[in-house]
């Protein structure tokens, strides 16, 4: 029987290849997030919410007509409305926010939403709440 590796026995090369399996197989360079100990804890009460864009100028990654602070206050919106709720009315989004523990201040923007208008998606919702979105680049 022929191994590629003559350091280690068979038993500790397969407890060895599980270990890497994730990053080997996993979504990305980040690896597979299925294991407990791999998930990132979350934020705690007196600590600043996570973004998803470092602090400096804009490298222009962002949509024409929209700031990276409206790209990033439409994707923090999306994260606590799932797809389940669209197309919906007001009242349906706020449950939906609730079922989803947003923040306050997402509960209450989303409170200011006229009645009786149904929004087919969160970019909807956005342009109601007052917000910008892309504009068409053709």
């Known amino acids: 029987m022929e191994r590629g590796n003559s350091k280690h026995s068979p038993r500790v090369d397969d407890n060895m290849s599980q270990e890497v399996a994730g990053l080997v197989q996993g979504p990305g360079a980040g690896g597979s997030r299925v294991e407990e100990s791999r ?6 009460e007196d600590q600043p919410e996570p973004k998803t864009v470092t ?9 024409q007509g929209m700031s990276m602070d409206d790209v990033e206050g439409r ?7 799932t797809m389940t709720a669209l197309p919906g009315d ?14 306050t201040d997402i509960i209450t923007a989303l409170e ?7 929004y087919q998606t969160i970019s909807e919702v956005w342009a109601a709440l007052g917000h910008k979105n892309e504009t068409t680049r053709w």
Do not use: D
Request: proline share 12%; glycine share 16%.
């Open 112 to 118: 200011g939403l006229p009645e009786g208008t149904r």
């Open 55 to 63: 602090a400096g100028a804009s490298r222009g990654g962002n949509p």
């Open 75 to 81: 994707s923090r919106l999306g994260r606590f409305i």
């Open 90 to 103: 007001r009242a349906t989004l706020i449950a939906n926010a609730q079922e989803n523990a947003a923040p």
């Open 39 to 44: 998930q990132p804890e979350p934020a705690g």
